[in-house]
């Protein structure tokens, strides 16, 4: 769906990010842009986040944690074959925000 624009590093720049109030294209192609060792570890990872997300507002910490976690979305809402809902709008933008106090 969307190309990849770069290649994954474990350097992101302030300007690689989308801005927190983007669109879901927007979020999706910087997504698409990281790929995880593990699909499973990172199915593990995504979900327990956003339950915690959910009870707590608390994201995690680390900028491949939370690259991993916009890329699960991504998968997540792909497959659904539409674009995120309100609240996994607000997710990614948390994410988003995240990463950007860490690059």
């Not at 009870?55 to 497959?79: A, H, I, N, S």
Request: hydrophobic share 40%; charged share 30%; net charge neutral.
């Amino acid at each position: 769906m969307y190309a990849q624009t770069f290649n994954y590093s474990g350097e992101v720049r302030g300007e690689d990010l989308p801005p927190t109030d983007a669109e879901w294209s927007d979020y999706a192609r910087f997504a698409v842009t990281f790929a995880p060792t593990s699909k499973d570890d990172a199915s593990e990872l995504a979900n327990w986040a956003l339950a915690r997300w959910r009870r707590t507002g608390e994201v995690p910490r680390t900028v491949e944690e939370l690259r991993t976690c916009l890329w699960f979305e991504y998968r997540r809402w792909r497959f659904r074959d539409r674009v995120a809902d309100p609240e996994t709008m607000r997710y990614c933008a948390a994410l988003v925000r995240q990463i950007r106090s860490l690059v």
